[in-house]
């Protein structure tokens, strides 16, 4: 009897977790897109322009350092010392790697909110971090589990592009990841996605 009162609890707090999961990340402003096409768990969205905050690591081990700097821009690191929400997706972008000469770079980036768009957005304070934008356009999407397995990130890389060349579509630059959870989630509750822009 106390074993099944246990799994009904740990059960319990499981969808309990997976809720406040789920409440949380629809709570947080996302860019708006227009779903061209689903095909399983693979789609095509349509964005419009995306402003955004950035700042370049030498290496995929330096993320937590990265997102530090990030933080710290919407936590008043600002010109106008502004508070920023926090939004979703975090954009970690392999296609700014330079050549051997300059080191290679991958850039992570915070999506600046609309309303802040809107007012004016302040310039950083860390030369480290820069304002951009990612210019509207198609995407092929896709998602996975295990944002922190290398391998399960290569997979789906390997799995959009396959479909992409089925569907006879052109690629257009590299892979981008997208992570929508904050790290106290579990791996299996998280929501994570590539980006392949397209023709």
Same mark, same amino acid.
């Not at 399983?40 to 969205?45: D, L």
């Given at each position: 009897m106390k074993r099944v009162t246990k799994w009904i609890v740990s059960g319990m707090g499981l969808l309990g977790l997976t809720?406040? /999961?789920t =409440?949380? /990340? +629809? /709570?947080i402003e996302k860019p708006e897109f227009e779903q061209l096409v689903k095909d &399983? $768990?693979?789609?095509?969205?349509k964005y419009a322009k995306i402003h955004i905050v950035s700042t370049s690591m030498e290496q995929e081990g330096q993320r937590n350092s990265a997102f530090r $700097?990030? /933080?710290n821009y919407i936590g008043k690191g600002n010109e106008k010392q502004q508070k920023i929400k926090m939004t979703a997706p975090v954009i970690v972008d392999? +296609?700014?790697? $330079?050549d051997k000469a300059d080191g290679a770079k991958v850039t992570m980036s915070f999506v600046v909110p609309k309303k802040v768009v809107e007012a004016g957005i302040p310039e950083p304070t860390d030369p480290d971090v820069k304002l951009s934008v990612i210019e &509207? &356009?198609?995407y092929a999407v896709t +998602?996975? =589990?295990n944002s922190n397995s290398e391998k399960a990130r290569q997979e789906a890389i390997t799995e959009l592009r396959a479909w992409i060349k089925e569907k006879g579509y052109k690629e257009k630059g590299e892979p981008s990841f997208a992570f929508y959870n904050p790290p106290w989630i579990p791996q299996a509750l998280r929501t994570n996605e590539v980006w392949i822009e397209i023709d």
């Open positions: 809720l406040f /999961a =409440m949380t /990340a +629809s /709570a &399983g $768990k693979m789609e095509v969205r $700097k990030l /933080a392999h +296609s700014q790697k $330079k &509207g &356009g198609k +998602s996975f =589990m």
